[in-house]
Structures are given as C-alpha cells and as structure tokens.
C-alpha cells in the first residue's frame, strides 16, 4: 500500500484570497476580541450608552462600553471594526473549507489578546505547533493528518527577545503560572518548584505556554522577581530568532498578525523539542514538522540543509538516533528521506 503524502497543495486561487487577507489584517491595528457582536443602545441612567455586546469566548457573553448617544465618531469607529471583523470571520471559514488550516478559539482569544498588546511588535515570535500551522498556510499547504491520529493541541509556544522577563511588557501580559506540573516538562532540577507558564483570561481555563528563552538545554524553568509565571529555557534560542518573518495565523474567526521564525530552523527545533514530549504528541508535533519541511523542499531545496548546518550541535546531535522513525514517516517524499538521511548520519546498529 502506497504511504500517504505528508502533506497537498492549496490551489493558486485560494492561495490568493489567503494572501489578501493577511495583507488586509495588518492593516487595521487592533482586533475584537471574539465574535464581531452587536451594537446596543441602552437607557436608565438618564443618559443612553452604545455598548458592544459579544461572546469573547463560546457560551460566555460580554460587553464593552463605546460611548455616549451622539458620540457619532465612537459609534463609526466601533461599526467599521465589527464590519471588519465579521467579513474576516466570513473569509476564514471560507478557508478552512478550502483546506487551510484554523486553530481553535481559544487560541484565536489568547492571540488576539498578546497582538492587541503590542508583543508581537515587541519581539516575541510564534513558534511551535502554530508557527507550524501559519507556514503551511503562507506556504500554500494542507496538511493531511492521519485517521485517528491525536488532534494538534492548543499549546503556546513564543520565543522571547533578549532579557525579555526583565522588560515592563512581560509583566502585562495575560499569563500566570501553570496550573499544575506537566508531565511533560523536563523539572529544574536547581529549581524544581518554578512554575512555567499559562495564558488565562476570563473564562477561559488556563492554556500552557512556553516562553521561551536562552539556556543550556531544553525545558528549564526561568524565574524573575516580579512575574508568577517562568520562562523556559531552550539551546537554539538564537538561531531561532535569526532574521524573524512576517506572517499571520487563522484563528477562531480571526486572522492574527504574528512573526515567526524562520520555517526550516523552525522544522528542526520543533523536531527537537518533540524529544520532550509525551508519545502521542511527539508523534504529531514530528508529521506536523516534517510536513513542513517537506513543502519547504519543493520550494528551496537548499533551505533545510542550509538549516541544519548552522543549527546548534546541542539540538542536532539529540537528533540523530530519531533517523530510523523519521524515515518512516518520510516514506511518501524520498527527497525528504534523502535530506535526513544525509542530515542525520549513518543508520542505527
């Protein structure tokens, strides 16, 4: 029986309408968080006030005041974001119908929240499973994910700039330490109690986050005064966020401005820190990661190898006895095959 490709193209016009809206969303500045919502006049005070009322996350309403009855320009402003976001939600469903890959809402909440914050613009750049996931789609790929496999789970990711838990905007963000040790964090062993991270918002349980910073090996816990919440250290902290890219990531109803590491260094970190994990989130963060870089392949066939050489020996050599599985997984793409072969030595005894 013939292996499965990892991955198929998007077709050239869908591609396009993805392009469009991604040019579209860095243009509008801040986004709504969660549905687009109605406008509502509301009276009993003596005054009538325009309030936007919305579901931020699924079965939880909200709403924000706009301003008072008359107040015509806080009234259009706050009409033109809701006509902006409803005609992005229209368009991501349109995609994720087309093949696109959509991450889940809550996801789509978290992301809004740090873009709306400026730490994108600040530095920190999207990486792991959902770096993935925005390549594939800037790149015009679907991946195919096997029957039964493990859906990808919601998991942040984000690679800190330099002294990053030091800056005013670290203590801002949405995050709080993680609910509870996981199991598959690698302990401090210097530090076992430090916390990682999580966003929490209002009504949402909390979601684990990595932000990732400089450090000796991977999954470290990184403490500051000041923050509840750890950074985590990874080796490849600077080949990773080498000449960062733009990009945009589908989410919930939303497309999100981010930037990402570049997709071939980030194929071999996210293969390294799949080391690290559980067995069935290994086994769909390592096909998410070789379906990229299978698309890269046949994009620019030097940009792996590229990669690989400059990439830091403290995540390659952990690579090398991966090359007998990863193989297997490749079987659909012998160039690929050929690449890891190459790349990963000689064939375990």
Not at 174 to 189: C, F, I, Y
Not at 240 to 248: F, K
């Amino acid at each position: 029986m013939k292996t499965p490709a990892l991955f198929r193209p998007n077709q050239p016009a869908f591609r396009q309408q993805y392009t469009a809206l991604r040019e579209q969303s860095l243009t509008v500045g801040a986004l709504l968080p969660g549905t687009p919502g109605t406008l509502q006049l509301r009276r009993g005070t003596g005054y009538a006030y325009w309030y936007r009322v919305y579901y931020p996350v699924p079965g939880k309403q909200a709403e924000t005041l706009v301003g008072r009855e008359g107040d015509s320009a806080a009234e259009n402003a706050m009409r033109a974001q809701m006509d902006f976001a409803e005609s992005t939600a229209r368009q991501v469903s349109m995609l994720r119908k087309l093949g696109f890959h959509v991450a889940d809402k809550a996801s789509a909440r978290a992301l809004v929240e740090l873009h709306n914050l400026g730490a994108f613009e600040s530095g920190l750049l999207l990486a792991g499973n959902l770096g993935c996931i925005a390549w594939l789609n800037e790149l015009g790929a679907r991946l195919r994910q096997p029957a039964g496999e493990l859906a990808i789970p919601p998991y942040l990711e984000l690679l800190a700039p330099e002294a990053f838990l030091s800056q005013p905007l670290a203590a801002t963000l949405p995050l709080g330490a993680a609910p509870e040790a996981s199991a598959e964090t690698v302990n401090d062993t210097t530090n076992p109690l430090a916390p990682h991270a999580a966003i929490t918002l209002p009504g949402l349980p909390a979601m684990p986050a990595d932000i990732l910073v400089a450090g000796p090996r991977f999954g470290a816990a990184v403490s500051t005064p000041g923050l509840a919440w750890s950074g985590t250290t990874t080796p490849d902290h600077a080949y990773l966020r080498a000449a960062p890219a733009s990009g945009a990531l589908l989410a919930g109803g939303h497309c999100i401005p981010v930037r990402l590491p570049q997709a071939a260094r980030l194929v071999w970190h996210q293969l390294y820190a799949s080391l690290r994990r559980s067995a069935p989130r290994a086994t769909v963060e390592r096909r998410l990661a070789l379906s990229l870089a299978a698309v890269l392949l046949t994009l620019d066939p030097w940009a792996m190898l590229t990669a690989w050489e400059t990439a830091p020996a403290a995540i390659t050599e952990p690579l090398r006895p991966l090359r007998d599985s990863l193989l297997i997984s490749a079987a659909a793409h012998p160039d690929l095959q050929d690449l890891l072969a190459d790349c990963l030595g000689t064939p375990s005894a």
